[in-house]
């Protein structure tokens, strides 16, 4: 089945303790994204990546780190995480720019 | 630059009935792609419907339809026959032509609601 998998789809953790959101795709997808969802502001891309070892800052990439070394994944990493990081974190892919977007599951993050 | 508005927060339906959730759109580019996503109160984030800016005839699937009116700049989703599992909240997105980033401009959502 073809589909965008995130892991863990909760999480609750403190101030300051580094994490780390995994995403993998099985659609051999070139285009990946990561967006975090806030109440009133829809979904925000914060980054995204072109292909293995091409990624680029999207609209709110402060405090957020990524990496692309294999096609299929797409971590994001928030090395020191603070309460306004708190969101919904959603995982993205598609074949072209320009195709529809296959989304995770979704990772609900608290940061305390 | 470019946006998506959609001004109706929340909206009711009466199962059976046919609704309308609108989406305009603002953006300078000749090539673009709009698409419309629901999301259940689970969370996932479910693809419906595509329209192209160049496509001449307005985008159908199953019971979800895009009525597209470009000079307008709306891209209003049309659900017919609702059911109660329609209940959630529904994203206009659009995607610029000229960007290579891949990044999907979205709405504020409306949350629509099917009554029994």
């Known amino acids: 089945e073809a589909q965008v998998t995130q892991n863990p789809r909760y999480l609750i953790t403190v101030t300051g303790k580094k994490l780390t959101v995994t995403c993998s795709q099985n659609?051999?997808?070139?285009?990946m994204s990561w967006y975090r969802q806030d109440p009133g502001l829809g979904l925000r891309q914060i980054y995204y990546?072109?292909?293995?070892?091409?990624?680029d800052k999207g609209d709110v990439p402060e405090g957020y780190k990524v990496s692309r070394k294999e096609k299929r994944n797409f971590p994001l990493i928030l090395e020191s995480p603070s309460p306004n990081q708190t969101s919904l974190y959603f995982c993205?892919?598609?074949?072209?720019?320009?195709?529809?977007?296959?989304f995770g599951q979704g990772t609900r993050l608290t940061v305390v | 630059a470019q946006k998506i508005t959609q001004t109706q927060p929340g909206m009711f339906v009466q199962e059976k009935e046919a609704v309308t959730l609108d989406c305009t759109y603002d953006?300078?580019?000749?090539?673009?792609?709009l698409f419309w996503y629901k999301q259940p109160s689970s969370g996932e984030m479910i693809f419906l419907i595509y329209?192209?800016?160049?496509?001449?005839q307005n985008a159908t699937e199953g019971r979800y339809s895009l009525n597209f009116q470009k000079a307008r700049k709306s891209a209003n989703l049309v659900i017919s026959a609702s059911q109660l599992g329609d209940s959630a909240m529904y994203f206009c997105?659009?995607?610029?032509?000229?960007?290579?980033?891949?990044?999907?401009?979205f709405g504020q959502g409306t949350t629509l609601q099917v009554k029994p």
């Open positions: 993205a892919s598609s074949l072209q720019p320009s195709t529809e977007a296959f």
């Open positions: 659609m051999n997808h070139e285009y």
């Open positions: 990546s072109m292909n293995v070892e091409v990624t």
């Open positions: 953006t300078s580019d000749q090539s673009y792609g």
């Open positions: 329209q192209g800016s160049y496509d001449e």
């Open positions: 997105a659009m995607r610029a032509g000229s960007s290579n980033t891949g990044k999907l401009i």
